[in-house]
């Protein structure tokens, strides 16, 4: 897609306030209201401007974990992780490691859980490297889904029951909000 100055404008206006009305990027660009309107309108449907709405895990005090893996089966572990209320988002990615994987929750020990428990213990997955997200350059919104629908099994595949497990015993994992064996406040 080519994009012309104005259009270049436009997206770093919405960058900077997603909330900016068009008639003030009008007077910026120098172009009617319904001009704007247009270029708007074109500009999402080519996925050019996004607008993303969620919670920002790091101004809400929760903890965000990058996790870097090498598996033989990527797209397993991402869609083991897709509906799963902790998962922020995933990325496939070349160098060392050929997944990315970011996760968010008000305990260090879940995030830990869900990596020793869901993640190391794949017998697909051969290096894992865990951290903690300490700040952000940019504000990083995750569309998260708080009042997820119950259902009977994790989304995330895992056989079991958290009531049994022993890291959600000993209170080291929150369990999974979308089973309601859940011992956290934030979901």
């Given at each position: 897609m080519e994009l012309d100055d104005k259009d270049r404008t436009i997206i770093t206006m919405y960058a900077d306030d997603p909330d900016i009305s068009q008639e003030r990027i009008a007077k910026a660009v120098k172009l009617s209201q319904p001009s704007v309107a247009a270029r708007v309108s074109r500009l999402r449907r080519v996925g050019a401007l996004e607008k993303n709405v969620g919670i920002s895990p790091l101004k809400m005090g929760l903890y965000l974990a990058k996790v870097d893996l090498t598996s033989n089966e990527p797209e397993a572990i991402l869609c083991r992780f897709r509906d799963c209320p902790y998962f922020a988002n995933g990325f496939s990615v070349s160098g060392r490691h050929n997944l990315c994987l970011?996760?968010?929750?008000?305990?260090?020990?879940?995030?830990?859980?869900?990596?020793?428990?869901?993640?190391?213990?794949?017998?697909?997955?051969?290096?894992?490297?865990?951290?903690?997200?300490?700040?952000?350059?940019?504000?990083?919104?995750?569309?998260?889904?708080?009042?997820?629908?119950?259902?009977?099994?994790?989304?995330?595949?895992?056989?079991?029951?958290?009531?049994?497990?022993?890291?959600?015993?000993?209170?080291?994992?929150?369990?999974?909000?979308?089973?309601?064996?859940?011992?956290?406040?934030?979901?």
């Open positions: 970011l996760f968010f929750s008000e305990s260090v020990t879940t995030l830990e859980s869900i990596v020793n428990g869901h993640i190391r213990s794949d017998p697909s997955v051969k290096e894992v490297d865990f951290n903690i997200v300490i700040t952000a350059e940019r504000d990083f919104v995750v569309p998260a889904r708080l009042r997820a629908e119950r259902v009977k099994e994790p989304p995330c595949g895992m056989k079991g029951d958290c009531l049994k497990c022993l890291s959600f015993l000993e209170k080291k994992c929150m369990g999974c909000p979308a089973t309601g064996q859940y011992q956290g406040s934030f979901y």
